[in-house]
């Protein structure tokens, strides 16, 4: 399986701030993913983030709100902008298409998040 | 859009027990996946299933995928304390890799 980290860990931030999150890769994979997980929830997808093009998001989450980059295949980041409590969540990262396995979808740890 | 219906929602047993938690849909999968998430930890890849009427174990755990592609279950046999967590269902939500989950299991275990 895939190595993935993601930085921070964890955060505690002020309404009306953003926060930017990083996901990083060990190897070169095909697909790469932003999850949110509200507290008690289960996963949703707020979008794809494509390799030198614009992310694609699902319904409900938009590109201001949730800017995506991913510059290269090893490594993408989401932006968490203008926050407010109701962002306060878990944010994981996933990738897709490993050089061992290109059907599986695997998780990063994911970045707790606290908005006040 | 595609839903994937999971029960229980929560279970507490005592260890030693079996489990079993299933998930259904009205829309067809190709591929199941079943996945843990321990507290404080990213969802943990647990079994993935490939074909209709697939039965495939790892450890104390077997996962069947349904015969009419609808649906999917998965059992613990005899549940120790490192089962608690949450455990989801998921599948691909079109021709792309993007999944879509069930509402979890969380799983309690009584030493």
């Known amino acids: 399986s895939a190595v993935i980290s993601q930085k921070p860990s964890r955060d505690i931030c002020q309404r009306g701030t953003s926060l930017t999150i990083q996901c990083q890769v060990d190897?070169?994979?095909?697909?790469m993913f932003w999850y949110r997980q509200q507290p008690g929830q289960s996963l949703t997808l707020i979008a794809t983030?494509?390799?030198?093009?614009?992310?694609?998001?699902e319904s409900g989450f938009v590109i201001d709100k949730f800017p995506i980059s991913r510059p290269n295949l090893t490594f993408s980041t989401l932006t968490v902008s203008n926050m407010s409590p109701e962002d306060s969540s878990i944010y994981l990262c996933s990738v897709a298409g490993t050089p061992k396995n290109e059907e599986t979808q695997y998780f990063g740890p994911g970045t707790r998040l606290l908005v006040l | 859009g595609q839903q994937l219906n999971q029960s229980p929602q929560s279970m507490f047993i005592q260890e030693g027990e079996d489990v079993s938690m299933n998930c259904t849909s009205s829309?067809?999968?190709?591929?199941w996946l079943w996945y843990k998430q321990d507290p404080g930890e990213g969802p943990v890849l647990l079994i993935a299933?490939?074909?209709?009427?697939e039965l495939t174990s790892n450890g104390r755990l077997t996962a069947q995928f349904g015969i009419t592609r609808k649906d999917s279950f998965l059992n613990i046999s005899a549940s120790i304390p490192s089962d608690v967590g949450i455990y989801f269902c998921a599948g691909p939500l079109n021709a792309g890799n993007m999944l879509t989950f069930g509402g979890g299991t969380r799983l309690m275990v009584k030493p």
């Open positions: 829309s067809i999968f190709n591929t």
């Open positions: 190897s070169q994979v095909t697909m």
């Open positions: 299933l490939y074909k209709a009427g």
């Open positions: 983030a494509n390799q030198g093009s614009e992310a694609t998001y």
